[in-house]
Nanobody, 116 residues
């Protein structure tokens, strides 16, 4: 199975915004709930957000509500994560995967660094 490809990360100043995108190959995308995870240096990978197959239901980790938004496009086979008011503690590698995650689908992720 082809791994998803994450993009959109970069170096951002505190208070800035980013939109991360994940491109997913395969015919099963529209029938799969999807999620975004992140892993900060020295920490375990953690679930950030998830979205149902059709996109109607979403989950955002409690401490991130109000700043993080997840969305998907089942025509383009993409799932996006928008982040506003970025904080230094948001610095991490961000990954997308199915929900629940599938080991074979962990990709390279996209690095987000929040620093002045």
């Amino acid at each position: 199975q082809v791994r998803p490809v994450e993009s959109g990360g970069g170096l951002v100043q505190p208070g800035g915004s980013l939109r991360l995108s994940c491109a997913f190959s395969g015919s099963t995308f529209s029938s799969s709930a999807m999620s975004w995870f992140r892993q900060a240096p020295g920490k375990e990978r953690e679930l950030v957000a998830a979205i149902s197959q059709g996109g109607r239901d979403t989950y955002i980790e409690d401490s991130l509500k109000g700043r993080f938004t997840i969305s998907r496009d089942n025509v383009k086979n993409t799932v996006d994560l928008s982040i506003n008011a970025l904080k230094p503690e948001d610095t991490a590698v961000y990954y997308c995967n199915a929900h629940p995650p599938i080991i074979a689908l962990w990709g390279q992720g996209t690095q987000v660094t929040v620093s002045s």
